[in-house]
């Protein structure tokens, strides 16, 4: 039974030509699935963002603008647990997955305020892409329909695709513009990035203190960033460093 | 370079099949702690690596690993049929003209643009030996962060069933099909192989 409901979601999906078309289906996948609202969203700042960012809702109005007006797109909780795992989770796990600051509580309650209750969230993360995700949310007071959960996780994932495909999604930094670190640069920033200071760095290195600063400054201007974290920052994005590189050991 | 190379038991594995097991071992073993059988504790090589299997293994000119695949007949027991039958909804498919992928492999080696490059040339060669083969359709599973990836390149997948959570992982199961637009729907979707990997005429390990 849950099978045959996808193949249909994956059907009408696949016969979708533009974003009216993706708006109307999801409306549709929605309350077939037993929710109200939905949201596809890459997980950037919408009034900052590229016209190629993604973001097609149903949610209600007043919800919408109090969003945008304060920029949550990067740091709304959900968007941030939906970073810790590749499967889909309930709202309601949220304070077990991410630490929650009062802010967050904040917008959570908010959130309930105007109306939104429990939700489901499926990350989708393309490699080289802003992180996004696809939603499914009801209003307060209406029970998620648990039986229907692993149906929108698949759904969630194909409508993601069918959005990234209309919005004609491109990686990031085409490859020719990702800078290159040298071995001794990307060594310098992953001690830092473990916070080491300069001294420290040039004793683990074998090399003065003078050395060390120059590598991390050169790294820098390689990338166009002035400080050392923005540094770190990019090098983790682009995989030159990875999570497993500074904290294992 | 692309070699399409065949398991060859007794015969000493040669050196780009070395390779490939050696980084199967860092990447499946040390990177993502799967609990899978290690020989000499060197290579990852596990009960599918027999005369059936085939492999798709990109490597330098010199031997030296980029990254690989394993392609399983169906038709014989393979990962989804014999260990995974939950994540079919029915029966899992076999065919003969219908392969599983697995054991999908990037060398830990690369650097990330790196990666996506011979993640392309990886994909677009499994289409490309699909067209020649003609194989109609691959099988695969995935843990579920996968899916948004595989959807990504642009080919035509199915699911076979419903996400299921598998000891703290949720894994899929796909079926990917291949026909002649295939290559036009990859390119479209920016994935591209790399010019100096080329196809290789195929040839046996040993």
């Not at chain 1, 647990?81 to 949220?94: I, P, V």
């Not at chain 2, 990852?44 to 030296?64: C, K, M, S, T, W």
């Amino acid at each position: 039974m849950g099978m045959r409901m996808v193949s249909q979601f994956i059907e009408l999906i696949d016969g979708v030509g533009c974003a009216d078309d993706l708006m109307l289906v999801m409306s549709d996948i929605c309350a077939t699935l037993g929710f109200q609202f939905f949201a596809i969203a890459h997980h950037v700042d919408i009034l900052q963002a590229p016209a190629s960012a993604i973001r097609l809702h149903n949610y209600p109005a007043r919800w919408a603008d109090y969003y945008d007006g304060n920029a949550l797109g990067v740091s709304d909780p959900v968007h941030r647990a939906s970073h810790k795992t590749s499967a889909g989770f309930r709202w309601s796990h949220l304070p077990t997955m991410i630490p929650l600051t009062v802010a967050d509580r904040r917008v959570l309650a908010l959130g309930s305020e105007q109306g939104i209750g429990d939700g489901f969230t499926v990350p989708a993360n393309v490699p080289g892409e802003a992180l996004g995700s696809c939603s499914f949310a009801n209003q307060a007071g209406r029970p998620l329909p648990e039986a229907m959960l692993p149906m929108a996780q698949l759904a969630g994932t194909f409508a993601f695709e069918c959005a990234r495909r209309l919005w004609s999604v491109r990686a990031i930094d085409s490859e020719e513009k990702t800078p290159v670190l040298t071995d001794r640069q990307r060594d310098c920033i992953l001690w830092a990035a473990r916070g080491k200071s300069d001294w420290e760095i040039s004793r683990i290195l074998g090399v003065s203190e003078e050395t060390v600063a120059r590598h991390i400054k050169q790294g820098c201007e390689r990338y166009g960033v002035n400080k050392r974290t923005l540094l770190a920052i990019r090098a983790l994005f682009d995989g030159t460093l990875t999570f497993t590189d500074i904290f294992r050991r | 370079m692309l070699h399409i190379l065949r398991f060859a038991p007794r015969a000493v594995p040669d050196q780009v099949m070395q390779a490939m097991f050696a980084a199967r071992k860092s990447v499946f073993v040390d990177l993502l702690k799967w609990d899978v059988p290690v020989i000499d504790g060197r290579f990852e090589i596990d009960q599918f690596d027999n005369r059936h299997a085939q492999y798709l293994v990109l490597a330098e000119p010199d031997g030296r690993h980029l990254g690989s695949t394993r392609l399983l007949p169906t038709t014989r027991p393979h990962i989804l049929d014999s260990l995974y039958p939950e994540l079919c909804d029915s029966d899992p498919p076999r065919a003969g003209d219908i392969y599983e992928i697995t054991r999908f492999c990037l060398d830990r080696g690369l650097r990330a643009a790196e990666r996506r490059a011979v993640r392309d040339t990886l994909v677009t060669a499994l289409v490309d030996h699909a067209l020649a083969n003609g194989i109609h359709s691959y099988t695969a599973i995935a843990e579920f962060g996968w899916l948004q990836q595989i959807l990504a390149f642009g080919w035509r997948c199915r699911p076979l069933g419903l996400p299921t959570p598998v000891a703290g992982r949720t894994l899929g199961a796909i079926r990917i099909d291949i026909t002649p637009d295939t290559p036009y729907l990859l390119a479209r979707a920016g994935i591209n192989a790399l010019p100096e990997h080329r196809r290789d005429e195929p040839r046996a390990a040993a």
